[in-house]
T-cell receptor, first 113, second 110 residues
Framework: KAGVTQTPRYLIKTRGQQVTLSCSPISGHRSVSWYQQTPGQGLQFLFEYFSETQRNKGNFPGRFSGRQFSNSRSEMNVSTLELGDSALYLC????????????FGPGTRLLVL | QKEVEQNSGPLSVPEGAIASLNCTYSDRGSQSFFWYRQYSGKSPELIMSIYSNGDKEDGRFTAQLNKASQYVSLLIRDSQPSDSATYLCAVDTGRRALTFGSGTRLQVQP
């Protein structure tokens, strides 16, 4: 099975712009979670989608949003970018069985100038 | 108090030795526990998952869980230089929202 894929792998944006990141889960996985990783804050949960519905949300401002499509692919959007949004954004997929493992994609590295 | 705590290290062990990594968590509702390995510049890779008290072994890796003490550990036997990485402890309360520790950097000296 192919793993989780994320596009693009690298992005450079300037403050105030917006960005959209894409994630394709492992085939058959319907749950997609997004995480932000920074040197200062570590890995933090952003939100989780299942069947096109956001089920859980982390403690991030409303500038961070996401959606999921009927084929389970997911996108996250960050509007009005700030310098502090520079991070590695990771997508993880899992099946919806209890205690299922989340498998991470390679991530999108975003640099905000 | 952080929800998941790990010693940041670095933990330095000689090649062939046992590396012991520890993690404590605060949420007693945590149901699932994971160890991920992350090489510099890469994404986290699953090493072990554990859900019930006791030990779980997979090759050179053994995960140990003690829910009463809210403690998870990972033992790496016969450590190799290729095991040098940051090891992340993660817990899930069943909401598909992993809470990660800050990671322990392991250095295996040849």
């Amino acid at each position: 099975k192919a793993g989780v894929t994320q596009t693009p792998r690298y992005l450079i944006k300037t403050r105030g712009q917006q960005v959209t990141l894409s994630c394709s889960p492992i085939s058959g996985h319907r749950s997609v979670s997004w995480y932000q990783q920074t040197p200062g804050q570590g890995l933090q949960f952003l939100f989780e989608y299942f069947s096109e519905t956001q089920r859980n949300k982390g403690n991030f401002p409303g500038r961070f949003s996401g959606r999921q499509f009927s084929n389970s692919r997911s996108e996250m959007n960050v509007s009005t970018l700030e310098l502090g949004d520079s991070a590695l954004y990771l997508c993880a997929s899992s099946s919806d069985y209890a205690q299922e493992t989340q498998y991470f994609g390679p991530g999108t590295r975003l640099l905000v100038l | 108090q952080k929800e998941v705590e790990q010693n940041s290290g670095p933990l330095s062990v000689p090649e062939g030795a046992i590396a012991s990594l520890n993690c404590t968590y605060s949420d007693r509702g945590s149901q699932s526990f994971f160890w991920y390995r992350q090489y510099s510049g890469k994404s986290p890779e699953l090493i072990m998952s554990i859900y019930s008290n006791g030990d779980k072994e997979d090759g050179r890796f053994t995960a140990q869980l003690n829910k009463a003490s809210q403690y998870v550990s990972l033992l790496i036997r016969d450590s190799q230089p290729s095991d040098s990485a940051t090891y992340l402890c993660a817990v899930d309360t069943g909401r598909r929202a992993l809470t990660f520790g800050s990671g322990t950097r392991l250095q295996v000296q040849p």
